[in-house]
Nanobody, 115 residues
Framework: QVQLVESGGGLVQPGGSMRLSCAASGIAFAFYTMGWYRQAPGKQRDLVAAITPGGSTNYSDAVKGRFTISRDNAKKTVFLQTNSLNPEDTAVYYC?????????WGQGTQVTVSS
């Protein structure tokens, strides 16, 4: 059974930081491209950042320079370090694991940026 379990969300003030984690089980983690997506109320789910099995990364323009994605294959965990948060970053953040013929999602974790 595949599970992606996100953690680390919550309430943060503008300008603050937060580290999201996603622990995977039931997949050959090292062979998957791992990604973070987010969905704000009334909006579509968009890619935030992704990291390939080889460690190549890409980011949306909205978060480039502020967010950093990383992975620990030994712990089967992907991280998203978020800095300089602003209210527009408020959303449910979802972990995604993608490989040829496979695509899995976590349940999401809420990030709210507000004073």
């Amino acid at each position: 059974q595949v599970q992606l379990v996100e953690s680390g969300g919550g309430l943060v003030q503008p300008g603050g930081s937060m580290r999201l984690s996603c622990a995977a089980s039931g997949i050959a983690f090292a062979f998957y491209t791992m990604g973070w997506y987010r969905q704000a109320p009334g909006k579509q789910r968009d890619l935030v950042a992704a990291i390939t099995p080889g460690g190549s990364t890409n980011y949306s323009d909205a978060v480039k320079g502020r967010f950093t994605i990383s992975r620990d294959n030994a712990k089967k965990t992907v991280f998203l370090q978020t800095n300089s948060l602003n209210p527009e970053d408020t959303a449910v953040y979802y972990c995604n694991a993608r490989s040829v013929g496979s695509n899995f999602w976590g349940q999401g974790t809420q990030v709210t940026v507000s004073s």
